[in-house]
């Protein structure tokens, strides 16, 4: 008789196993089975298990070990009546605002650490967690952030006011991309009036959070976003602000000099940008917002 099944990825105490076969019923590679009575692995579980731990986790008498992680005895589930109530999380989703005050009051690490604990346990496809993080806090690199962008977009708003020079973004851009870009024109010189004005239109003056990953991979976009939502929610519940930075995810990717200023791996994609800080601003209603989109089928 086998009393422990051990492998690269797992440790399965099997002579204390109640064959509950939980660990069956829950894998979702359909990795583990029963024959006559007796637990068993298939054949390519160490290529194909994403050690999503999931078997762990519903093992009620804790005998399965996934080596990845240390071997000290995971941390027990919440029992449900210590969620919070769906009336307390609404309240939570109705108040989060989007953020763009700030007060000159840096992030201490101990609360961005909690927050970047918040991402590790979001969801990510396939259980790949192909999620990095990179904290700009440094004012000086933000601000350089948002004038390397500035100029981008200055220099794309004058050759798309001359028809001339307009001809040679046609080398770069598809005709599509130079009709959406003559469309936000009117956009992009507000922005830039907005800029002249001492409003940093970019970043926020807040602290940054890039959320990245390898581009070969793939689902980065998800991931990322994923872990945003997770994180965004959360800074409300340690006095934080965030908003969402979708041109500086776009320009991170596109603009080297950025990338080499916050140091972003080649091979890296970034899927999300937060701009974080204190908010300098209290709201005292909760916006309205146009019906409900959905269909039931």
């Known amino acids: 008789m086998i009393n422990v099944i051990d492998n690269s990825k797992i440790n399965i105490d099997v002579e204390n196993c109640t064959k509950c076969k939980e660990c069956v019923k829950d894998c979702v590679a359909n990795l583990f089975s029963f024959d006559q009575d007796s637990l068993r692995l298939s054949d390519s579980f160490e290529e194909v298990c994403i050690e999503c731990g999931h078997c762990e986790a519903v093992c009620p008498v804790n005998v399965i070990y996934l080596k990845f992680h240390a071997e ?4 027990h589930s919440s029992r449900r009546e210590e969620f919070p109530t769906y009336d307390s999380f609404l309240k939570l989703v109705l108040n989060r605002r989007s953020i763009r005050r700030f007060k000159e009051k840096p992030i201490p690490k101990d609360l961005m650490e909690k ?3 918040i991402g590790k346990y979001s969801p990510t496809g396939g259980n790949s967690e192909n999620v990095f993080y990179t904290i700009v806090q440094d004012k000086t690199i933000v601000t350089a952030i948002s004038e390397h962008i500035t100029n981008r977009v200055t220099k794309l708003v004058n050759k798309l006011e001359d028809p001339q020079k307009r001809e040679y973004l046609k080398k770069s851009m598809s005709e599509g991309q130079i009709s959406q870009a003559l469309e936000n024109l009117p956009k992009l010189k507000r922005k830039l009036e907005m800029i002249k004005q001492g409003i940093d239109f970019w970043c926020w003056n807040g602290e940054l ?15 990322c976003a994923l872990a945003a939502a997770n994180i965004a929610l959360a800074a409300e519940t340690l006095g934080l602000g965030a908003c969402s930075l979708g041109y500086l995810t776009s320009f991170v990717n596109e603009i080297q000099a950025i990338r080499d200023l916050v140091k972003i791996p080649t091979n890296h994609i970034v899927g999300y940008s937060l701009t974080m800080g204190y908010p300098d601003v209290k709201y005292q209603r909760i916006p309205a917002r146009k019906p409900l989109k959905v269909k039931w089928i």
């Open 209 to 223: 959070l890039l959320i990245h990953g390898d581009k070969t991979i793939g689902g980065i976009p998800s991931n």
């Open 72 to 75: 000290e005895e995971l941390e």
């Open 115 to 117: 927050l970047l604990n």
